[in-house]
């Protein structure tokens, strides 16, 4: 038991070290902050890059798994010299919505009994910012933009007759209030532009501005300008946080082999998760969908059959507790109904139907590590059972 | 007026071109009846990861001054190009700047016959952008 704890930590951790391996920087980046806002439960449904995982660690039965995006593959051999032909966006993306597992169950003697393999894949993923906007959004972001070029034209025709010092000067505060995403220092040539009417009747009278923004949302932007707000960068994050709470539904067909008996275990699996509420300023909520079919062999049979025929289905709603200064998620909370049918055979002391209240407690240990508690209450019969699992979300 | 549009549209994507000059500006490549050599800049972006890209790129040079300049050119999608400008007049004085965002990765780069009045600026100026906004703006000074 000891040693199958430590291997598998120890698995972990190698599962940690080989994201390093990767040695395309620009796309681990990329790949960060396209998730940097996601649940952890929702990279829990699929990863982008590599997910480990232990289930059950107080268990009779340890399960390992590991999860890799065709992506996540593709870029660890390119890492390793291997020559494959230059990928595109649109291969990229193809190959980041689909991801492998493989998974290893041992049992208390540290004997290893069962191994399997599955597929997920992406149904809908309205949650990929790297898809372009939708054009309500990209023509608001581009009127900031414009409106930005306004102001820059603005300042230099402003500055046009200054010193070199006052230019430079100028200059300088205006890509440091870019780059620090503040306003609230800028430098007083600046701050004059921005209240300047000159500048506000620009923006006014800009035809790509006011074709997408109201009079009153241009008045508002310029006045946040001035009272120290990056008002383009602020649309910005409001975006991506809005499609961060968009819809993703997989599905995920898993293949299992009992080496003990011989038989091999066919599951498909279909979840569903999609953001509650619209207020962008609170913490996120989402609401997740899960069902679940699986034929399996009925161990009481020494025959090979497939009579063991479970489904289940839950609904619950997972909340972000706590979140870091990147809105990273830290802690969360899920809780969810689950409803388990047996459509085959049924052990001895077994019920066919079988409700149960759940709740699964996530903490961000450390980087990518999460500790998952889950909480089984089957209020019927008075049962309360716990799980307890270690997963790694790496390079998400 | 007509080439720098022609040159756009041998890029990858729909983008609209305003090339504004002031009136004048024919005759700019000539001092005291002698043929100027005119300077040349590049200006390159280059994206990696999303085709959710918007960048405007100006260069400008006010039109109360002498040889006035307004060019703007926005892309859209991936956005690779490279736009050069080979009409610039020597020891002269423009402004370019940029604005827009990527939700991947964003390069840019501009080199070229001039050097940066701000002396903490390197040539070629190069600028990563990393999911996020950008409008980073520079002074240049033609050799």
Known sequence: MKHFYIASILLVCFSLKGF?????????????????????????????????????????????????????IDSMLRGKGVKLRN??????????????????????????????????????????????????????????????????AKIIDFTKDSSAEVKIAVNQSWNAAMDSKNFSNLHSVLKKVIYSSEFKNSVLNSREVYSVLSTQEIEDIVEGLGAGRDEFELLFKKTITQYARKPLWTITPTMTYDRLRNQGA????????????????????????????????????????????????????????????EKESK?????????????????????????????TFRINVYKSLWLPITLNYDPKNGNLFGVFAITANIGN | ????????????????????????????????????????????????????????VHIYRPSSHSNPYDHRKSY???CNFKEILNDLIPQTEYYIFFSGYTTGKFVLKISGDFECIDPMVTIPIVRTIENGKFSPSYIIRTN
């Open chain 2, 76 to 78: 859209h999608g991936e």
């Open chain 1, 331 to 359: 802690m969360e909370l899920k809780i969810f109904t689950k409803y388990d049918h047996q459509f085959g055979s049924l052990a001895q002391g077994k019920q066919v139907d079988l409700f149960t209240l759940n709740s």
């Open chain 2, 1 to 56: 007026m007509l080439h720098k549009c022609v040159v756009a549209r041998s890029f990858q994507l729909s983008n609209f071109c305003i090339v504004n000059k002031k009136p004048g500006s024919r005759k700019r490549n000539r001092v005291g009846g002698k043929k100027l050599v005119m300077k040349k800049i590049t200006i390159e972006g280059k994206s990696t990861g999303t085709t959710n890209n918007f960048v405007k």
């Open chain 1, 87 to 152: 990928r595109n966006y649109s291969e990229e993306r193809q190959l980041r919505q689909w991801a492998v597992t493989i998974g290893l169950t041992g049992d208390i003697g540290n004997v290893i009994t069962k191994f399997s393999a599955g597929v997920t894949g992406n149904i809908l993923n309205r949650k990929d910012i790297t898809k372009k906007f939708k054009d309500t959004h990209t023509k608001r972001l581009e009127a900031l933009s414009d409106i930005y070029d306004i102001l820059h």
């Open chain 1, 266 to 325: 066919y599951s498909v699996e279909t979840v569903f998760t999609a953001g509650l509420g619209k207020d962008i300023t609170k913490k996120p909520c989402e609401i997740e969908a899960k069902a679940m079919f699986k034929l399996a062999n009925d161990t009481l049979n020494k025959e090979s059959n497939y009579e063991e025929k479970p489904f289940s289905f839950s609904l619950g709603i997972n909340k972000i507790l706590v979140e870091n200064e």
């Open chain 1, 20 to 72: 390093s391996q990767i040695t395309d920087d620009d796309l681990k980046k990329v790949v960060t902050e396209i998730n940097s806002q996601r649940s952890a439960n929702s990279k829990d449904i699929i990863t982008s890059l590599f997910r480990a995982g232990i289930d059950d660690l107080l268990g009779t039965d340890h399960k390992f798994d590991f999860s890799a995006s065709l992506f996540g």
